[in-house]
Every structure is written in structure tokens, then in C-alpha cells.
């Protein structure tokens, strides 16, 4: 069992930085690839970007490639996500998630958080 808990969002301005950080629990969480979701109101949650386990390898959704960027400290046991130049089509509750393989579908995760609002005013 993995329990995960996201913090960090908020409301900023359109064009403002802001990380997310998950924390999960447990002493394997080196073994989990991690992936962020978000989902929008009135929209089906949508993949941001996933790493390995390692953090060697990390994957993006088209819309947030070269604005936001995956990291995990397995030390920490935490993930984070760099989020810059946001917009507010970036408005959206964000998940983290693990998963024993990764990838870019939901199915193909095992545990979620409760999410984190972030708010972009324009």
C-alpha cells in the first residue's frame, strides 16, 4: 500500500511559478514510477507528466512540455512538479499517482492522492 498526499497549490496569477510536492508513504516508493493528472471542471482527468522510478526517465503532456517539469527525491520520498508560465487553462485539481510500470493512462495506476486545487487568474 502507497498513501500519497499532494500539497502545495493555489491560486496564483497567469504567468507565475508554483511547485506541487507529493509525499508518499511507505519504504517503496523507489519502487513506483510516479505521474501527475489534473482534471478540470467539467473535463475528464488528463495526464501531465509521469518519471521513473529511478528519475532518469520523465514523459509530458503536450500542453505543459517546457513549462513544467517532473522530479522525485526518493530519499524524501517525494515527487514534485515544477509548474512556470502558468495559464489559466492550467487551472485544475492536480493528482499524483504511483504505479509499478508508469505511463500516461490512469489504468495504469494504483494508488492516487485526494489532489490539489491550483488556480490560474488571467
Known amino acids: 500500500q502507497v498513501q500519497l498526499v499532494e500539497s502545495g497549490g493555489r491560486l496564483v496569477q497567469a504567468g507565475d511559478s508554483l511547485r506541487l510536492s507529493c509525499a508518499a508513504s511507505?519504504?517503496?516508493?523507489?519502487?513506483?514510477?510516479m505521474g501527475w493528472f489534473r482534471q478540470a471542471p467539467g473535463k475528464e482527468r488528463e495526464f501531465v507528466a509521469a518519471?521513473?522510478?529511478?528519475?532518469?526517465?520523465?514523459y509530458y503532456a503536450d500542453s505543459v512540455k517546457g513549462r513544467f517539469t517532473i522530479s522525485r527525491d526518493n530519499a524524501k520520498n517525494t515527487v514534485y512538479l515544477q509548474m512556470n508560465s502558468l495559464k489559466p487553462e492550467d487551472t485544475a485539481v492536480y493528482y499524483c499517482?504511483?504505479?509499478?510500470?508508469?505511463?500516461?493512462?490512469?489504468?495504469?495506476?494504483?494508488?492516487w492522492g485526494q489532489g490539489t486545487q491550483v488556480t490560474v487568474s488571467s
Open positions: 518519471i521513473s522510478r529511478s528519475g532518469g526517465s520523465t
Open positions: 499517482a504511483a504505479a509499478r510500470v508508469g505511463g500516461s493512462t490512469e489504468r495504469e495506476y494504483d494508488y
Open positions: 511507505g519504504r517503496t516508493f523507489s519502487s513506483y514510477a
